[in-house]
């Protein structure tokens, strides 16, 4: 198969798609971004360009020559210029509508398909095929006067347009003689004219995405690139609830063949946390604030209780794991899954990452709401909970299946709770909390140091009682549980770079786990290694590695969770929170500052 992760995001905060590199819509779930696949190309095994194609939406020349893409600047509309063999050209500007209406955001589940000619006589046509019931057979359809009706799995959808309904219901080839408007939605009428509304949704759309932009803090340096990663990581956002969703995907393979596929369409409370760190340093306070009130129900739900690591968009505790028997996977590696068996894990590091998410509330006068005396009872219940569990075993970070340790970088995050709480406590002037707090951040650190550092190589160890190396260690100066220049973490710096690197890229760890050897490096970890670096001193070798980082990006400038070794190549969910938060946190570390520009 053709078909590579060389894809497109477009979306609006409510729903997503991914567009591959010829302008084909090959992934979108309708009503929201966990629900089933209304377009499911990426992952049915058949190529999507051909005559058996499915779960597909395509606008092609009768006789494609090339496609050019890009997205238009400071946005999430994507462009698409197809060029024929003739040399006649038209593009295809491909978003979902985000504009104020009524005072409002405007967000609905629905997608746009503006298509213009733009040179000679283009003849083309448009092939509709929806899938339901994770790829079980195509939608039904039912044709209206100016609309195609479609029943999903989730969600009726309406295909509402200004062109002919037969051509596309009988895939016939036409000439693009004048602007032709496609848009999918709720199945229910379009209010006005199609095409000029569709052209107004486009041009406040462009204007919504260019205004948000403008409110961001970017680096000097690498400006285009932090922002095409933000506005990704936005459109990661469930804004009616506020998660935020580790990717856009289900299921593609941490490497060829591996079986590790796993569905990210859900909130991780530690991806989100590195999503929010991140776009709140760039200045994005409104994301922060919509995840916050998504982790306040979160907390309640809880009553002081267990916190899962992972949650369902709409706050959902249960994520049963199951396997969709109609779809081979992606290039035909299955299998498919749907829920995630993550949500039953323990993973204790979950607490700290919740006070560290919340704790700028109680400092940022930007915020709307800014954090209070409430919150902070509240939150001193998850800190209890961090306090309990520091130094009792879970799955970690990586999320291990079927065995169980006690993990620095978790007793490390639940040290971070009971420091930020005592932080926290001083803001409010409430010294005896303070007091309590700082008394339990102590307790953590001495044990920590005294069952997770291994002396006689002067580094930390991943496990406490066991040597063991994990690229989370870097993250130990990050939490600011050590300094760069401690003697501790350089010798741990050294140690990861023995013993996980290879070649330019920086693995998680390579002891075999539930699956074997892992076989690909994760990019986020590279990341935290090129961080490390620079911290280090190291700056030209940090840039140069970061610059080497940008160049293995996708056409428009992504990142998947994975790479291969071998050929560079981009595997697992995409497009990938962690590796977008990477590459803006570097940016942003190693940029000139913007005194040197005047």
Not at 561 to 569: A, H, R
Request: aromatic share 10%.
């Amino acid at each position: 198969m053709s078909i590579d992760l060389n894809l497109a995001p477009i979306g609006n905060c409510a729903v997503s798609a991914l567009v591959d590199s010829g302008g084909r819509m090959v992934w979108a779930c309708l009503p929201r971004v966990d629900s089933d696949p209304f377009f499911s190309s990426l992952l049915n095994g058949i190529e999507p360009s051909g005559d058996d194609a499915a779960g597909v939406w395509t606008v092609e020349a009768a006789r494609p020559a090339r496609c050019e893409q890009t997205y238009l600047r400071n946005t999430a509309v994507l462009r698409t210029l197809i060029t024929d063999e003739t040399g006649a050209s038209f593009e295809v500007l491909d978003f979902s509508p985000r504009l104020k209406l009524f005072g409002r955001t405007f967000r609905p589940p629905a997608f746009a398909r503006l298509v213009r000619p733009v040179s000679g006589a283009p003849r083309i046509r448009v092939r509709m095929r929806p899938t339901q019931n994770w790829g079980e057979g195509p939608a039904p359809a039912r044709a209206g006067s100016n609309h195609i009706s479609y029943q999903g799995a989730d969600m009726a959808v309406r295909l509402n347009t200004s062109g002919s309904v037969s051509a596309i219901l009988e895939e016939r080839i036409f000439r693009l003689e004048e602007p032709l408007a496609l848009y999918l939605g709720p199945d229910e009428p379009f209010d006005g004219d199609v095409l000029s509304g569709v052209e107004r949704f486009l041009a406040e759309t462009k204007q919504y995405w260019r205004e948000w932009v403008r409110t961001l803090a970017i680096p000097l340096d690498w400006q285009a690139e932090v922002i095409r990663a933000a506005i990704t990581l936005k459109l990661c956002v469930y804004e009616e609830t506020g998660a935020i969703v580790a990717a856009m995907t289900t299921s593609v393979p941490e490497f060829p063949d591996s079986g590790r596929n796993w569905d990210y369409r859900y909130c991780w409370i530690r991806d989100a946390y590195y999503v929010v760190q991140a776009l709140t340093r760039l200045g994005a306070a409104d994301i922060l604030e919509n995840y916050l009130a998504y982790l306040r129900n979160i907390i309640d739900a809880a009553d002081g209780g267990h916190i899962q690591p992972l949650y369902g968009v709409g706050m959902e505790a249960e994520l049963t794991e199951r396997e969709a028997e109609h779809l081979a996977g992606y290039r035909g590696m299955g299998p498919v899954r749907i829920g995630n068996q993550a949500h039953e894990h323990i993973q204790n590091d979950v607490y700290g990452q919740i006070v560290l998410s919340t704790i700028q509330a109680f400092f940022d006068e930007r915020l709307l709401r800014p954090a209070n005396l409430e919150d902070f009872v509240s939150l001193e219940r998850v800190g209890e909970q961090a306090f309990r569990l520091y130094d009792s075993p879970d799955a970690g970070l990586w999320e291990l299946r079927t065995r169980a340790h006690i993990h620095t970088y978790s007793a490390a995050m639940c040290w971070a709770a009971c420091d930020r709480l005592a932080k926290a406590a001083d803001r409010l002037e409430l010294p005896d909390r303070a007091e309590h707090w700082r008394g339990r951040a102590a307790t953590v650190r001495a044990a920590i140091e005294a069952r997770a550092y291994v002396e006689g190589e002067n580094k930390f160890s991943a496990m406490f009682d066991v040597d063991e190396l994990d690229a989370s260690l870097l993250q130990l100066v990050d939490l600011g549980f050590i300094s760069p220049e401690d003697p501790r973490h350089r010798g741990t710096l050294r140690a990861v770079e023995k013993g996980l690197k290879k070649g330019s890229n920086l693995f998680r760890y390579i002891t075999p786990d539930d699956f074997g050897e892992p076989e690909a490096a994760f990019n986020f970890c590279t990341f935290w290694y090129i961080e490390a670096l620079q911290r280090d001193g190291q700056t030209e070798a940090a840039r140069s590695l970061f610059e080497e980082m940008l160049a293995r990006r996708n056409s428009v400038g992504l990142l998947s969770e994975d790479i291969s070794l071998e050929d560079g190549t981009l595997w697992g969910n995409y497009p990938q929170t962690y590796s977008l938060v990477g590459l803006i946190n570097c940016a942003s570390l190693l940029s000139r500052p913007w005194s040197t520009a005047r």
